[in-house]
Nanobody, 126 residues
Framework: QVQLVESGGELVQAGGSLRLSCAAS????????MGWFRQAPGKEREFVAAITWNVGSTYVANSVRGRFTISRDKAKMTVYLQIDSLKPEDTALYFC???????????????????WGQGTQVTVSS
């Protein structure tokens, strides 16, 4: 079992930056990957980024590449999502996810992950 707790979401102005954190606990092994997803009201959950826990290989979705950066600190058991140049369309509930690496990389669907956090709300005002 893996437990995930997100934090760092808040109300910010367009153009600002945020760093979201996802603190993991439990049986998180080197075979895992971690992902960030987001879901805006009335929309489907959207893949944002993924990182392998062991090596730290990363992948960021085309729609946010250049503004979003994923990283992890193994000692702190934490995954981060740095968001720069925030736009109102970034407003969403951001989820952290974890699961053993399986299938194709990077794992863009919810079915590629077994564990989920409760989410942290990011709201961007124009």
């Amino acid at each position: 079992q893996v437990q995930l707790v997100e934090s760092g979401g808040e109300l910010v102005q367009a153009g600002g930056s945020l760093r979201l954190s996802c603190a993991a606990s439990g049986l998180l092994t080197n075979s895992y990957r971690m992902g960030w997803f987001r879901q805006a009201p009335g929309k489907e959950r959207e893949f944002v980024a993924a990182i392998t826990w062991n090596v730290g290989s990363t992948y960021v979705a085309n729609s946010v590449r250049g503004r979003f950066t994923i990283s992890r600190d193994k000692a702190k058991m934490t995954v981060y999502l740095q968001i720069d140049s925030l736009k109102p369309e970034d407003t969403a509930l951001y989820f952290c996810a974890a699961g053993p690496v399986r299938g194709v990389w990077p794992g863009r669907t919810s079915n590629d992950y077994d564990y989920w956090g409760q989410g942290t709300q990011v709201t961007v005002s124009s």
